[in-house]
């Protein structure tokens, strides 16, 4: 039966496509795999995340994966790298085109959603939060994004990543960016360093 092996062949998934499951099943015939996507979605076995896109558990946490590449950025890294108590919005930093900065998953949870060019998909790395193993942005790099995406934190979302950044790491990344990006960073991060230290 169709859907007992979709079930087995993708549990460990996070999120998986139609794609993933005609190629894993060359058998079944594309509407037979979209009936039966369907048919699992409609009693609750799946959970469609956007279109295309399929998860077997309903969780803002994995909808980052139906962006991929991504990892999790701005607001939300603060949250889930344990750098401030506030609940953020999961915010996916994709390097896939995106038209609007926020968006809807699993039909009715929003997320915040943003474009950035290839060369700038650094700087991440895994990080166990809420049950999931999730890339998300250190904190040089959300200091940098924060800036390049032109999101305004708060002055405690600041001082909290200027405490814990390298100066010499973040002027590494730097130098991947234009003038302005640069200037903006540095001038955060020195004036909230600075408060940090007393």
Known sequence: MLTRRIEDSFA??????????????????????RQTLSYMVSKKRLYRVRSGKYAFKRDALVSGFAYRPFYYGLLSALTYRGLWDQLARPCIITTNNVKRSSAKVFVDMLVE????????????????????????????????????????????????????????????YLKAYDARTRGVVLKVYHRYSAVARY
Do not use: W
């Open 113 to 172: 959603v943003h474009h950035i060019p290839g060369r700038y998909m650094f700087g991440f790395a895994n990080v166990q939060y809420g049950g999931f193993t999730v890339p998300v942005s250190d904190p040089e790099k959300t200091l940098i994004d924060m800036a390049y995406l032109k999101v305004k934190g708060s002055d405690e979302c600041y001082a909290a990543l200027a405490e814990v950044s390298d100066i010499k790491k973040l002027n590494d």
């Open 12 to 33: 460990k998934y996070q999120v998986f496509t139609i794609r993933d499951v005609r190629l894993a099943m060359p058998d079944a015939s594309i509407g037979n795999i």
